[in-house]
């Protein structure tokens, strides 16, 4: 039997498009492990889908001077030869890495026992873990047409990001009847990210009177962002994380206000749901967020609110200014050739393991 180790973690980001490889590679019966953390979040998502789950240590890895960077790298290095025993253990074909901090050690490990290492890349530029480890792997896929300059040219093969087949196979009457709303007034979905998100949360909040007056909300607000004290607002629903359930909520959306990961936007593209991107801003991350939601605004495929233009009325603006145009971005999402990336990492991941 073939055995694929994969991993990634420290947001949902990097462990929601290997969940949606998971269906594909056992039915092309490979045997498949996952190496995370003890305490990241990859650990409930993947222990929840029945895969062998093999924990390693880890520190964060940063771009700035900090002095626990020395302490990470203990971590690290700790981490690494832990990796090597796992996969000297387990003996995979190929591993397979979505990124974050988890997972530098555990492509480290896989070179060292000289397995083939593939590589994807979500946003408009390498994550440092990835940047790397690039070295290190067989193949790197990409999502954006404009990350391609990153790549080193030998590597690089653009592929999308892949979708969970599940997402597709929404309800939008189940959503409806998950949040009790009514069927002849527009739904607007808010997700701020598997962290959720004090700035959506607010503006959402803020703004509850005058939004609800034309549409019904239902908000993914994150972890402990539950307002209780509005529980009982009709026409509101709030919800700290859906899984299960994600793609009836999806089906039922005439328009999403979102944070603009990778994994979310491309999500968004498959369902051809129109959509107000209000990306991190730079004081918050490395801008990754700004360049993939201005790379969808420029396809058409979004609307985009910057965080340091945010205040009530901009946001209300642009909300009705995006469902205003949801038609145009739908059309555009029709005629894009970017597609669900399952089919084409798959073909990566077993070129890989018949070329080793």
């Known amino acids: 039997m073939k055995r694929i180790v994969m991993t990634g973690g420290g947001t949902s980001g990097h462990v929601t498009p290997n969940i949606a490889l998971f269906p594909v590679l056992k039915r092309l019966g490979f045997e498949i492990h996952y190496i995370g953390t003890r305490n990241g979040i990859e650990r409930g998502l993947i222990e929840r889908e029945g895969i062998p789950y093999h924990i390693i240590s880890a520190g964060k890895l940063r ?72 070295p290190f792997a067989k193949k790197i896929c990409y999502t954006f047409p404009e990350t391609k300059q990153y790549i080193p040219d030998d590597k690089g093969i653009l592929t999308g990001i892949p979708v969970r087949e599940s997402l597709l196979k929404g309800s939008r009457e189940k959503g409806l009847g998950i949040c009790g709303f009514i069927e ?112 969808f605004k420029k396809q058409g495929f979004s609307h985009v609110l910057m965080e340091e233009d945010l205040n009530d009325e901009n946001f209300l603006n642009s909300l009705y200014k995006a469902y205003s145009n949801r038609r145009t971005m739908i059309e555009a999402m029709r005629s894009s050739d970017i597609s669900n990336g399952i089919e084409k990492i798959i073909e990566v991941i077993q070129w890989a393991t018949e070329n080793r």
């Open 63 to 134: 771009r700035y001077l900090d002095m626990k960077n020395v302490y990470d790298a203990f971590r690290v290095m700790k981490g690494f030869v832990e990796a090597v025993s796992i996969i000297r253990k387990i003996k995979p074909n190929v591993v397979f890495s979505k990124g974050g901090f988890v997972s530098s050690p555990v492509v480290w490990a896989a070179s060292v026992n000289r397995i083939p290492v593939i590589i994807h890349e979500s946003d408009y530029t390498p994550g440092l873990a990835n940047k790397i480890s690039m």
């Open 184 to 295: 002849n007034k527009p739904v607007i979905v808010v997700i701020g990210g598997s962290q959720g998100s004090k700035v959506l949360n607010d503006s959402i909040r803020h703004n509850l009177d005058f939004i609800l007056k034309k549409f019904q909300v239902c908000h993914i607000c994150g972890r402990g962002g539950v307002d209780k004290s509005l529980e009982k607002v009709r026409g509101y629903k709030q919800f700290e994380y859906i899984n299960e359930d994600l793609s009836h909520i999806f089906a039922m959306a005439d328009l999403v206000v979102s944070r603009a990961g990778a994994t979310t936007i491309f999500e968004l593209l498959a369902l051809r749901k129109p959509n107000l991107l209000i990306p991190l801003s730079k004081k918050a991350s490395r801008g990754d967020q700004i360049l993939n939601a201005n790379s």
